[in-house]
């Protein structure tokens, strides 16, 4: 009682702290760090998480793979949270398949559609799908988005590339083009600018680095 009175008694700790039950606490007594406390307190009060799925984000690691730029806003009162803010690094999928090592862009799209809610969740708040495969003509050729989704909370569309290998600076030239299609032909004067995610085998922060487009970003996957 006196740990929880150190942890959960004093006002460095969300004030939302009363909205959890005695299991939701015992999960958090072993935590030192008063942020990595307070954003699972948020995540259980604005998802609504039982004890058990309290118990999985944390077993994933959840607030560790946040960027370090978001870890910086949730203790910042001052800075609002942006659309790619809590999109994990790396993103978890869960993978049913013996043979990870030889795994192409299909098989990796087809893992993620099995198990689109807990995609989404690696994302973020207030994702949704509308296609896989989502075709647009450039000209006279056809191309194909992996993925499109739409963040209901951001107001914008958001394209998914998959790469089953590291990132490459074409990749980055192949999702503009196609984030620019979806604001000129399809994105309202209601929403706003298209988001790009490009998921690959391994990071490259330094091609992102030098991306002028602030909305295009990268991640690695890993497979469980």
């Known amino acids: 009682m006196r740990q929880f009175y150190i942890l959960f008694g004093v006002e460095k700790v969300s004030p939302v702290v009363t909205q959890l ?3 939701h606490y015992l999960m958090l007594l072993s935590f030192k760090d008063s942020k990595k406390i307070n954003y699972y307190i948020n995540q259980v009060v604005s998802r609504n998480l039982s004890k058990r799925q309290l118990q999985d984000i944390i077993k994933s690691k959840e607030y560790e793979r946040l960027p370090e730029e978001t870890k910086r806003k949730l203790i910042s009162s001052g800075e609002v949270p ?3 803010d809590y999109i994990k690094n790396p993103i978890v999928i869960k993978a ?6 030889k795994i192409n862009e299909k ?3 087809r893992l993620i559609l099995e198990d689109i809610p807990s995609f989404l969740k690696e994302l973020g708040e207030g994702f949704t799908f509308v296609e896989n495969e989502y075709k647009i003509k450039i000209g006279e050729t056809y191309n194909y988005i992996d993925l499109l989704l739409y963040n209901i909370k ?12 590291p990132l490459k600076k074409e990749h980055i030239g192949q999702i503009e083009v196609y984030m620019n299609y979806i604001d000129k032909d399809l994105k309202t004067i209601y929403e706003n600018n298209t ?4 998921i690959c085998l391994k990071d490259n922060k330094y091609y992102i680095e030098y991306c002028s487009n602030k909305n295009i970003i990268s991640r690695e996957y890993n497979l469980v």
Do not use: A, F, M, P
């Open 21 to 23: 039950n005695w299991s």
């Open 96 to 101: 049913n398949t013996k043979d990870k090592e």
């Open 107 to 109: 098989i990796l799209q």
């Open 195 to 198: 988001v790009g995610i490009i």
């Open 82 to 84: 942006i659309v790619t």
């Open 154 to 165: 951001y107001r914008c569309y958001v394209v998914v590339e998959l790469k089953v290998v």
